[in-house]
């Protein structure tokens, strides 16, 4: 925002190198987290082949710890080796160290349904299955005109092709665990037809569209597929911009190098879904970012926000902020304004899209922005690396990156039209699907305020806050319907979880088929409403013991001895099977400092520890047992 003339501007951050200098500035100073942001700058400022080669260089020179390794695994129909320098640089600018397995183009068959391929050696996070429709459909492309048109030749043509990738999903998902991710097909650059395509009963386009529909019907079928929508990109760049037509020929290399970006960008979204870094909180300038002008000069009837441009370009913004929370994104407000001023905006301008209620946390003063989402982060209980902080104003942006850098900035560009675009095309909150517990978020968190106001007012002892809040603990197994939350949260939860181990549908389903595996979640309901599912647990009998594997919970109920009530369940279940023992281990991390005295503080020993920290843990049921808070109604 711009800020009032009665107030001091920001003093401009000390200059310092841009671009390819910066980068290497920063990493000589061991500053990884904030190369990284600036990686990430360059990239979407100027993502050229030069520099993604040159971001590439950067991050596999990288020595100290701090990126999360990701391997990535790659099969075509064609050459797409030429995306490694891209795939990397954008890995890394995500903050992953990206590991590439490539196969010979035209070897997806191969590699899967070999079990002793290279593929299954490697062990890849992700795989990617990027097949060109006129490679494996070629009957829809340079073929359509060669169809008898009263038969169904090419119906069958797309019916086999579909079964096949389908078969192949299932061969793939037999012997490996991990998602996989299999690109659909484009639709030509030119309609075979011409102009008459639509008018034909059958029609090129219609064909291709339906093709795409039934394989993303057949996908939903196995278990952590995912349909990448390569037509949706192709179409949104164009097709004349996509493909190289002379590399296609030349080198059986279709995509043009100036677009081998983008792909690697979106490959990233799903890449940032699968390791746990989707953003959950996005924070917002008022000022200039969800209405034009500054309210404190300007007044309520002067600002830019309406039905006429430049103001319809700021309704359609607060639109896309409002669709964000509708997916379970956290919203705030961090403004330097009078507070006055800013609430007669939201209670009477009639062009607000957005309501108070829909913002979990607001500071507006006229203090620092850093300070104010420091605040945000300890009020949110979440870590300022999930939080995405939009400004227009580029001193403010800057300040916060070189004093938070773990935070990812948007500085708005000066168009307002443009703000909707610079919001989402990262994907930077995309997740992989969207649950009950996501489209009540804004909810959830407005019950967790009042919970923790009634704490505050409290005058009584914890417990007697804990008895007034009437909970109702509902532990139940893992299932179908509970098992894309269950992998969600293995993905995303990264204080108080013990190990972080981060697994997907795939090995959530092969664990609940295991009879020796113990899969819970965990629900909490209090006075203000139902929490959804807040907890995990998994553990799995070996021997006498049952030994806990992942044991995580959501932030948004941490402080009320939910994890206590957890494992005297757990204890409960290992007494059920005639078992002695609960043991787990701690793997302690830079955010799960919550959950690293669970063990210590519910009395198990300590029966090792290695040089990292990691450390074992067990307890003897038959000795002390954990019992379960009395302030808990069983569900």
Not at 417 to 433: C, I, K, N, P, R
Not at 520 to 542: E, K, P, S, Y
Request: net charge negative; charged share 20%.
């Amino acid at each position: 925002m711009t800020e009032a003339a009665a107030r001091p501007a920001p003093a401009a951050p000390a200059a310092r190198p841009e671009g390819r200098g910066q980068i290497q500035a920063l990493l000589a100073e061991g500053r990884l987290q904030a190369a990284v942001e600036a990686a990430r700058l360059l990239l979407n400022e100027q993502g050229t082949p030069l520099n993604q080669r040159f971001v590439r260089q950067q991050a596999q020179a990288v020595t100290t710890p701090g990126l999360k390794p990701f391997k990535l695994a790659l099969l075509s129909s064609f050459s797409i080796e030429f995306i490694h320098d891209a795939l990397i640089a954008q890995g890394f600018a995500n903050g992953l160290a990206v590991e590439i397995y490539q196969s010979g183009f035209g070897q997806v068959r191969q590699e899967i349904l070999n079990p002793a391929s290279g593929l299954y050696a490697f062990a890849p996070d992700l795989t990617v299955l990027a097949v060109e429709g006129e490679d494996w459909l070629p009957e829809l492309y340079a073929g359509f005109m060669d169809a008898d048109p009263g038969s169904d030749q090419l119906a069958q043509a797309t019916t086999r092709c579909r079964d096949e990738i389908a078969e192949l999903a299932r061969q793939f998902r037999s012997r490996a665990s991990k998602p996989l991710l299999v690109h659909n097909f484009a639709q030509p650059a030119h309609r075979s037809a011409g102009i008459a395509d639509g008018r034909l009963a059958a029609s090129q386009q219609a064909l291709l569209a339906g093709f795409n529909q039934g394989l993303a019907q057949a996908l939903t079928e196995v278990v952590d597929c995912y349909v990448f929508d390569y037509a949706a990109l192709v179409s949104q760049q164009g097709a004349r911009h996509w493909y190289d037509a002379r590399m296609r020929l030349y080198a059986k290399a279709p995509i043009a190098s100036a677009m081998l970006g983008a792909l690697s960008r979106e490959y990233m979204k799903y890449a940032r879904a699968f390791t746990g870094l989707s953003k959950k909180c996005l924070v917002l300038d008022l000022d200039n970012t969800l209405w034009g002008g500054v309210i404190g000069e300007d007044g309520l009837d002067g600002i830019q926000l309406g039905a006429n441009y430049p103001g319809s370009a700021f309704v359609e913004f607060q639109r896309a902020v409002r669709s964000l929370a509708q997916r379970g994104v956290i919203l705030a407000l961090a403004s330097k304004n009078n507070a006055a001023d800013v609430d007669a905006v939201f209670a009477q301008h009639s062009f607000m899209q957005l309501k108070p209620e829909q913002f979990a946390a607001s500071q507006v003063h006229w203090e620092p922005k850093a300070e104010s989402l420091k605040r945000i982060a300890s009020q949110l209980n979440i870590g300022l690396e999930h939080m995405v902080f939009v400004d227009d104003n580029p001193v403010e942006c800057e300040q916060v990156r070189l004093e938070l850098p773990m935070v990812t900035v948007i500085q708005l560009p000066k168009r307002p039209e443009a703000y909707v675009d610079a919001l989402l095309e990262e994907g930077l909150f995309d997740t992989l699907g969207l649950s009950d517990e996501d489209r009540r978020r804004g909810a959830l968190y407005q019950q967790r305020a009042q919970a923790e106001s009634m704490r505050a007012a409290s005058g009584g002892s914890l417990e007697d806050y804990y008895r007034s809040l009437d909970m109702v603990l509902n532990v139940a197994p893992v299932d179908a319907a509970s098992m894309a939350r269950t992998a969600q949260l293995t993905q995303k939860t990264n204080q108080f979880n013990l190990t972080t181990f981060r697994y997907s549908e795939a090995d959530v389903a092969e664990r609940m088929a295991d009879e020796g595996w113990l899969l819970l979640t965990v629900g909490v309901r209090d006075r203000f409403g139902d929490n959804g599912i807040v907890g995990i647990v998994m553990a799995q009998q070996q021997g006498d013991r049952l030994e806990i594997d992942t044991f995580l919970l959501s932030c948004r109920v941490i402080g009320r001895t939910v994890e206590t009530a957890m494992l005297a369940q757990l204890c409960e279940a290992a007494a059920q099977r005639g078992l002695a023992r609960l043991s787990g281990q701690l793997r302690p991390t830079a955010k799960n400092q919550p959950a690293r005295d669970l063990f210590e503080r519910h009395g198990f020993s300590k029966q090792s520890e290695d040089a990292e920290g990691n450390s074992r843990w067990q307890l003897d049921l038959g000795i002390s047992p954990i019992a379960f808070p009395d302030w808990f109604v069983r569900g």
